[in-house]
């Protein structure tokens, strides 16, 4: 093999990412949509490798004593980048799991309901209730060299902005996880690439946080979990995959100025609280269903605080940290839900 002397920038790989038709787990490649990421990295495959020494003449590990195997591994990939209103739907829809989750009366207008069960995914199956399966490509400037994952669902979602970057455009970081193999010396090319429509943190009139409200705020992040766990197995991959055991679980964080309306929540924060917690809204309308579309807002109608901390920049801010809850007792759907996005 002579050498080489072609190389590539790491620009030039791409990421897509197609929801699985029909049956869960099948490899999609045929509309892959582009996502706007900062950087490609290798998938973690988590291949089993035993090299322990095993009992025999000399002091060194022999080639029989090897144990090597791909099968029923839960493979991982993470990746972050600049949110689009292309992207948003999918991933936002990938984390929840659930078509309950999206409310058919607003558009784009997702929950967490207090009753969220999302329905198990069997490879090779139809979704149902909107638990379904993606495939992400990482795509090769070197013809048949792409990497393709299927059978993938999200595991975590996080959505964050700070005034102090580009204007308080919004980020995102996610994570995926499949039980199916890997395949490798793929064909896979981006079909709708990613859009220059992205959100911002400055469309925010609405700024409560913990029911402190008219807020200034620097920053803030938004992070859905939501496990997935793998069962059973055929061949070299497992055959369910169960979501949101032993629960999914919604935090924010946020960096805003230290003032008179903020300081209401020290004092909440040292034991004033109570269980049902208060509503924190980022929005350009106190009404969640009432905020307009193509702009980057969610609540949290019931949230603790967490944490509350100093932060010392050019003006005196603080830190504060809610978890959402849900409230079955409250009245309505939006006000009993732990998470409510509109996008």
Do not use: W
């Not at 990421?15 to 900062?38: H, P, R």
């Not at 050019?314 to 959402?324: F, M, P, R």
């Amino acid at each position: 093999m002579a050498i080489n002397a072609s190389a590539f920038s790491p620009k030039e790989f791409e990421l897509g990412l197609q929801i699985e038709g029909t049956n869960c787990g099948t490899k999609s490649v045929n509309a892959l949509i582009g996502v706007n990421v900062d950087s490609i990295s290798f998938p973690s495959l988590n291949p089993v490798q035993v090299f322990d020494v095993r009992n025999h003449a000399g002091r060194v590990a022999q080639d029989v004593d090897v144990f090597l195997s791909k099968k029923q591994t839960v493979k991982e990939i993470s990746f972050s980048g600049v949110l689009d209103t292309q992207v948003a739907p999918l991933f936002i829809d990938g984390v929840l799991g659930s078509e309950a989750s999206e409310d058919g009366s607003t558009t784009n207008l997702f929950r967490i309901a207090d009753t969220y069960t999302p329905g198990d995914i069997l490879y090779g199956t139809t979704g149902v209730d909107r638990s379904r399966t993606y495939t992400v490509a990482i795509i090769s400037p070197v013809s048949g060299k792409s990497i393709v994952m299927s059978g993938c669902v999200f595991t975590n979602m996080t959505f964050s902005a700070d005034m102090g970057e580009e204007s308080g455009r919004v980020k995102f970081e996610a994570t995926l996880q499949t039980g199916k193999a890997v395949e490798f010396d793929q064909t896979a090319a981006i079909t709708t690439d990613y859009t220059a429509n992205y959100y911002s943190l400055g469309d925010a009139t609405v700024r409560t946080v913990a029911a402190a409200t008219d807020n200034l705020l620097q920053s803030f992040s938004l992070s859905i979990e939501n496990p997935a766990n793998f069962h059973g197995f055929s061949g070299d991959n497992f055959e369910v995959v169960s979501r949101a055991i032993p629960e999914i679980s919604v935090s924010a964080d946020f960096t805003m100025k230290y003032d008179a309306n903020s300081l209401e929540l020290d004092a909440n924060f040292g034991g004033g609280q109570s269980a049902t917690g208060g509503i924190t809204t980022i929005s350009d309308d106190a009404d969640i269903s009432s905020a307009t579309a193509g702009k980057f807002s969610f609540e949290l109608p019931s949230s603790l605080l967490t944490n509350f901390a100093l932060n010392e920049g050019a003006a005196q801010l603080v830190d504060v940290s809610v978890k959402g809850v849900a409230d079955p007792s409250a009245s309505g759907a939006d006000n009993k839900s732990m998470l409510n996005i509109r996008i």
